[in-house]
């Protein structure tokens, strides 16, 4: 009997062994083809060459400027050359480097008498005279830190993080009296739902 | 009664995942809330005057590319000469590809005729035999089209000059005026944008008045290829002339030969502060209009002639305020 068990026990870890073998495969397959850069894809073709397009990830308006903020999500270094509100050049500065490596930010800054509830659209041409727009429905100042500011805060974070933990708890008694076919449901439901929240957050 | 069951730390988590989901759930709903929020704070947003508005783009504000007096020998036409039937004026322009810096920093791939947007000026007095060699060192087919009169194998649209090639036009130059001369190579609408296009005096043979002479190119930069034009100007880099004024003398008329050749707007225009002007459609008449603005479509142009009553900064710009605010502006410094 105990030979037995002995031999089940060393047969189920094999199992969670050979589990991990399709994921190491799969690792070495994507770093393979990572590594390869382009030279696998100019085989079938040319790829179209990436437009020189920044990423505007936010607009503020302050009283009198407006901020961008932008990043480069290109893989080749891109410069902030000219930009525009509502199609006219404006001057700028920027808090940060004009030229962008992959991945960098950085806040542009045009001195702005913009009127608070039009619409916006800002650009941002690089260089290579590619220009990346993006509107905003109503211009609206953006808010400093303040006490009132820290007070909506806490009282999202209390309505979001806080109350439904403590709604969470309250299964507690149902739970224990629950079939534990329903909660191993209950757990593969989370287990699923959170894996999707942590790659949709990836997005 | 049924026994109890303990309630293990695994089912305790459990139940506590679905609590812990819902925080990146209500944050994302709000973030979206947030961004979605409509104008709640009343009145204008006021602050500190920047340097903001285009009477303020002068000098070093001024995002223009370039160096003084570059643009000089598109600015200023070469010199005029007596009328002499038959006398020989030969010009060679090279098409190549060339990268431009159409505004501050900004750089368009264009074709070009001798190395700029616009093309250099060709000038001649009426009955001289023009002859212009079209040598292309870019890679696509081009030709030189020249508005006025001459025939029809001299008219650039049948002899697509090959890259590699070259292809020399003749012709008497005439009627007297201000014309203009651009590739007529398919797709059209390509080749003027990219640059190939430039201006073309013809001198009447009893000459016109001392003046003052400059040369007005207007076109547009489309540098991202969405066929509408990003930068506007006026020679080329954008804002150039609101960088470096064009510098006057108010003793003498200034004369400006004009035209548009900017391609996907209806139209271009021509507005100076401060002063009126004669304005002859073509050139090629003496009929003038008195103004202050003149509207051109796409290959119109005439000449302009101001006698400046007052000194100081004038202001010159297209009159649609789209195009002077992307870079179709300048200055006239008028001094006695």
Known sequence: ?203 | MPKRRRLTRRQVLVAAAPALAAAPLARLALGEAAAASPARHAGMAMGPMGPMGHAAMIGAEVPAPGRPNELDALLYPPKVLAHKPGRTREYTLVASDRQIEVAKGVFFSGWTYNGTAPGPVIRATEDDLLRVTLVNAGSHPHTIHFHGIHPANMDGVFEIVEPGASYTYEFPARPYGMQLYHCHSTPLKKHIAKGLYGAFIIDPPKPRAPAQELVMLLAGFDTDGDGANNFYSVNGPAFYYAKYPIRVRRSETVRIYLANLTEFDLINSFHLHGEFFRYYPTGSTDHFEYTDTVMLCQGQRGIIEIDFHNTGRFMFHAHQSEFTELGWMGFFDVVA
């Open chain 1, 1 to 203: 009997m105990a030979a037995t068990s002995a031999a089940e026990r060393r047969s189920g870890g094999a199992w969670r062994l050979w589990a991990l073998v399709p994921l190491l495969l799969l690792v070495g397959v994507v770093a393979l083809f990572a590594s390869s850069g382009t030279s696998l894809l100019d085989l079938v073709g040319r790829a179209p060459p990436a437009l020189d397009q920044f990423d505007i990830r936010r607009v503020e308006f302050k009283p009198g400027e407006i901020t961008i903020r932008v990043t480069n999500p290109q893989r080749k270094k891109l410069t902030i050359a000219s930009v525009t509100v509502d199609d006219a050049i404006v001057p700028f500065r920027t808090d940060g480097p004009t030229s962008l490596s992959r991945l960098r930010s950085s806040r542009i800054v045009v001195p702005y008498q913009w009127v608070d509830g039009d619409p916006y659209t800002v650009g941002v041409t690089s260089s290579s005279g590619i220009e990346t727009t993006a509107s905003v429905a109503a211009a609206v100042e953006a808010r400093g830190a303040s006490p009132r500011g820290f007070l909506g805060y806490a009282l999202i974070g209390l309505l979001v993080g806080v109350i439904p933990v403590a709604l969470g708890l309250a299964w507690l008694p149902s739970l224990r009296r629950a079939d534990p076919r329903w909660v191993a449901a209950f757990m593969a439901l989370t287990a699923g739902l959170l894996s999707f929240l942590a790659l949709d957050a990836l997005a």
